[in-house]
């Protein structure tokens, strides 16, 4: 079992950064494929970005590209997403999640990913 705890949400102005933080226990996640997602009210969980077990590969989406970058830190368990540029479209319950998965292909889906946080709220004002 791995559990994983965000951290690092808040509300900032449109073009402020925030940090988000996933820290994980239980296991390392090493070996695991970590994606970010995001949740606005009324909407579906959609992918933000994530990357491959050994940092070898990196994905986003498309609203993103640019602007959120992921980074992964195995040796402490921990996971980042650096958001920069935000608007207020960004606004949202940040999540991340963790998946057994030694492939440089990062997973888009989140019903693949076995594991989740609990989520963090970052807000966006205009």
């Known amino acids: 079992q791995v559990q994983l705890v965000e951290s690092g949400g808040g509300l900032v102005q449109t073009g402020g950064s925030l940090k988000l933080s996933c820290a994980a226990s239980?296991?390392?996640?090493?070996?695991?494929?970590m994606g970010w997602f995001r949740q606005a009210p009324g909407k579906e969980r959609e992918f933000v970005g994530g990357?491959?077990?050994?940092?070898?590969?990196?994905y986003y989406a498309d609203s993103v590209k640019g602007r959120f970058i992921v980074s992964r830190y195995n040796n402490m368990n921990l996971v980042y997403l650096q958001m920069n540029s935000l608007k207020p479209d960004d606004t949202a319950v940040y999540y991340c999640?963790?998946?057994?998965?030694?492939?440089?292909?990062?997973?888009?889906?989140?019903?693949?990913?076995?594991?989740w946080g609990q989520g963090t709220q970052v807000t966006v004002s205009s």
């Open positions: 999640a963790a998946k057994p998965h030694l492939s440089q292909l990062v997973l888009t889906t989140a019903s693949w990913y076995d594991y």
């Open positions: 239980g296991r390392t996640i090493s070996t695991y494929v």
């Open positions: 990357e491959s077990w050994n940092g070898g590969s990196t």
